[in-house]
């Protein structure tokens, strides 16, 4: 994936500090790739080449394609906590803020140092950052933007900025959260394409229409219209039926 992988290669590069301000930001790598033990560990070791500097850790297992579903899933669960399976059901959830967006070329090195200044700056107790980078390109940048709902088929890769706090943190305290993902992103945003993936739905964006599907969105409106006239899937930021007036109860 990406100009610098094999398309049997899917990956995502995390950078992560901690809710306690004592225990240094750590970067981490997940992969999954479709080949053999030899093959994975020789791209392994080309990474660590190039970031000049060896982990502190590496592990490696062989799964079956349910397996790494699961993993990927449990990967992304944790970002809001426990992975599946050891939630309290009872118990709060924690808060969480997040916004992303798509990039068809390199960030520039500033753009970059000043990314990761911010990231350590204003560090407080109780609240984890996270910067995901996801590689893009592949089998996905194949396919027309046109051919499907999914039109984000020409980027490089993707960044989602975010932040977890405890779910019974004070009002000041979500405000910090909301404050620092935002300069988070638009520290970055001037080299951004514009394009957003739906799956990390941002209720701040002004033009959500355009930044999740592109030119596909007034096609997605008629499709709307014909298998939705009444609305009934409807949200904060769901596709509008033509000629229909908004509701209140549409939010």
Same mark, same amino acid.
């Given at each position: 994936?990406?100009?610098g992988?094999?398309?049997?290669?899917?990956?995502?590069?995390?950078?992560?500090?901690?809710?306690?301000?004592?225990?240094?930001?750590?970067?981490?790598v997940?992969?999954?790739?479709?080949?053999?033990?030899?093959?994975a560990?020789?791209?392994?070791? @080309? $990474?660590?080449? *190039?970031?000049? #500097?060896?982990? +502190?850790? !590496?592990? %490696?297992?062989?799964?079956?394609?349910?397996?790494?579903?699961?993993?990927?899933?449990?990967?992304?669960?944790?970002?809001?906590?426990d992975?599946?399976?050891?939630?309290?059901?009872?118990?709060?959830?924690?808060?969480?803020?997040?916004?992303?967006?798509?990039?068809?070329?390199?960030?520039?090195?500033?753009?970059?140092?000043?990314?990761?200044?911010?990231?350590?700056?204003?560090?407080?107790?109780?609240?984890?950052r996270?910067?995901?980078?996801?590689?893009?390109?592949?089998?996905?940048?194949?396919?027309?933007?046109?051919?499907?709902?999914?039109?984000?088929?020409? @980027? $490089?890769?993707? *960044?989602?900025? #975010?932040?977890? +706090?405890? !779910?019974? %943190?004070?009002?000041?305290?979500?405000k910090?959260?909301?404050?620092?993902?935002?300069?988070?992103?638009?520290?970055?945003?001037?080299?951004?394409?514009g394009?957003?993936?739906?799956?990390?739905?941002?209720?701040?964006?002004?033009?959500?229409?355009?930044?999740?599907?592109?030119?596909?969105?007034?096609?997605?409106?008629?499709?709307?219209?014909?298998?939705?006239?009444?609305?009934?899937?409807?949200?904060?930021?769901?596709?509008?039926?033509?000629?229909?007036?908004?509701?209140?109860?549409?939010?």
């Amino acid at each position: 994936m990406g100009t610098g992988g094999p398309d049997e290669l899917a990956a995502s590069l995390k950078v992560t500090s901690a809710a306690e301000v004592d225990q240094p930001a750590s970067v981490d790598v997940y992969g999954a790739f479709l080949g053999t033990e030899s093959d994975a560990t020789e791209l392994v070791d @080309e $990474l660590v080449a *190039l970031a000049r #500097s060896d982990p +502190i850790r !590496a592990s %490696a297992e062989q799964m079956s394609f349910s397996q790494t579903r699961q993993f990927w899933a449990e990967l992304g669960a944790r970002e809001g906590g426990d992975g599946p399976g050891l939630q309290d059901p009872s118990a709060q959830q924690p808060y969480f803020v997040a916004k992303s967006e798509f990039f068809s070329r390199l960030l520039p090195p500033e753009a970059s140092v000043a990314l990761m200044e911010n990231f350590l700056q204003g560090r407080v107790p109780g609240e984890s950052r996270e910067l995901d980078f996801m590689p893009w390109g592949g089998a996905y940048n194949r396919i027309r933007p046109d051919a499907t709902a999914f039109v984000h088929r020409g @980027e $490089l890769f993707q *960044l989602k900025h #975010s932040v977890v +706090i405890d !779910a019974g %943190a004070a009002t000041r305290e979500h405000k910090a959260a909301h404050g620092w993902v935002a300069r988070s992103w638009a520290l970055v945003h001037p080299f951004a394409s514009g394009r957003v993936f739906p799956n990390f739905a941002d209720p701040e964006l002004e033009d959500w229409g355009s930044a999740y599907y592109g030119p596909n969105y007034h096609r997605l409106v008629q499709v709307k219209a014909r298998y939705d006239p009444a609305n009934f899937f409807r949200f904060h930021q769901s596709l509008p039926v033509r000629g229909r007036r908004p509701s209140p109860t549409d939010r």
